[in-house]
């Protein structure tokens, strides 16, 4: 059984910084992961942020984002983390940590294994 458990949110003021880590457990070694952090606005659809592939390799933006979002991981801890930078209020949402045992994907329904979101409300 895996689990995904995010961490990290919270109320916050535009332009601050916040982190996001997400800590996986299960029968599969973590660096076999590939990881995503997803957002989901109220009514919609799940979207992709940041996603960065096994072993550490290529990491992948949504243009919003670039230049204020960086994904990283540390596979010793079995963690990965979402470090955002000059936050809007367009950034309010909850956040999702995706595991996938394949390469890594923009596209949230390949992913297996999801946490249950963590709050990141910003105001301005």
């Known amino acids: 059984q895996v689990q995904v458990e995010e961490s990290g949110g919270g109320l916050v003021q535009a332009g601050d910084s916040v982190m996001l880590s997400c800590v996986v457990s299960?029968?599969?070694?973590?660096?076999?992961?590939?990881m995503g952090w997803f957002r989901q606005y109220p009514g919609k659809e799940r979207e992709a942020v940041a996603w960065?592939?096994?072993?550490?390799?290529?990491?992948e933006y949504k243009d919003s984002v670039k230049g204020r979002f960086t994904i990283s991981r540390d596979d010793a801890k079995n963690t990965v983390y979402l470090q955002m930078n000059d936050l809007g209020p367009e950034d309010t949402a909850i956040y999702f940590c995706?595991?996938?045992?394949?390469?890594?994907?923009?596209?949230?329904?390949?992913?297996?294994?999801w946490g249950q979101g963590t709050q990141v409300t910003v105001s301005s």
């Open positions: 995706g595991a996938r045992f394949a390469i890594a994907t923009m596209y949230a329904d390949e992913y297996e294994h």
């Open positions: 299960g029968r599969r070694t973590f660096d076999k992961y590939a």
């Open positions: 960065m592939t096994n072993y550490g390799g290529r990491t």
